[in-house]
């Protein structure tokens, strides 16, 4: 009871300080412009013209939600075990680029009122198993996994390009930009692995292979469920 009637303080309190009112006050005060309050008109993708289009977009929304989710996952398994070592920032930075992935794709998801995959919970001790295996196996043991998933997830980004293209570049243009933008990104994580020894590992060819087969499972199954 108690819990509740803090909580409609708290409440109250963060809505008027907020208020659109209090803060076009504020702007009036010290001549600042005011900020744009309303939410943004447009997403990246369009208003569906079809249940047709619809799901085409939700099921690649999804797809590259969880695979950004999975990424994720990934790089937190590999600072578990590598966090405190030499290649420590190197990872971090490259899951830094993944968590602005996520944040956009997250936010994305909620605008279009995109239900994401019913196996994030799979992807997310998955993908944290496979960053922490692998970097168990050393500096080039994280590296070979880094070249391994973002082929993958370049790969996987170029055939929506390809695809988003054959339909209606205009249409998705937003979508298109973003896409690329972020596909560039993967592969710079692609080649940072590459640059730090993943060939060295012994074994290499077979892991890469192995963990290349498990992305295109989870690539067709998150499109799907
Ligand atoms: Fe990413
Ligand atoms: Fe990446």
Same mark, same amino acid.
């Given at each position: ?88 920032? +190197? !990872?971090? &930075?490259?899951? /830094?680029? #993944?968590?602005? *992935?996520?944040?956009?794709?997250? @936010?994305?998801? =909620? $605008? ?65 930009? +973003? !896409?690329? &933008?972020?596909? /560039?990104? #993967?592969?710079? *994580?692609?080649?940072?692995?590459? @640059?730090?020894? =993943? $060939? ?26």
């Amino acid at each position: 009871m108690q819990r509740a009637v803090f909580a409609h303080i708290a409440l109250h309190d963060w809505t008027h300080v907020f208020s659109p009112l209090r803060i076009r006050q504020c702007c009036l005060k010290h001549r600042a412009l005011p900020v744009q309050l309303s939410s943004r008109a447009y997403s990246v993708i369009p208003p569906p013209r079809d249940e047709a289009e619809k799901a085409l977009l939700h099921s690649m929304l999804r797809v590259d939600h969880a695979g950004e989710y999975g990424a994720n996952r990934i790089y937190a398994g590999q600072m578990a075990v590598l966090g405190r070592s030499q290649i420590g920032p +190197l !990872i971090q &930075e490259m899951w /830094d680029q #993944e968590k602005k *992935h996520l944040a956009k794709f997250n @936010e994305i998801l =909620a $605008e279009n009122r995109v239900r994401p995959t019913l196996l994030l919970p799979l992807w997310n001790v998955a993908g944290f198993l496979l960053g922490a295996g692998t970097a168990l196996l050393g500096k080039e043991g994280a590296m070979a996994c880094t070249v391994a998933v973002e082929e993958s997830i370049s790969e996987h980004y170029n055939s929506q390009i390809r695809a988003l293209m054959e339909e209606d570049p205009d249409r998705y243009v937003e979508l298109l930009k +973003l !896409i690329k &933008e972020f596909r /560039d990104d #993967e592969m710079e *994580h692609h080649d940072t692995g590459l @640059e730090h020894d =993943a $060939e060295s590992l012994p074994g290499y060819k077979l892991l890469k292979s192995a963990i290349q087969l498990g992305c295109t499972a989870a690539i067709f199954v998150s499109q799907r469920l």
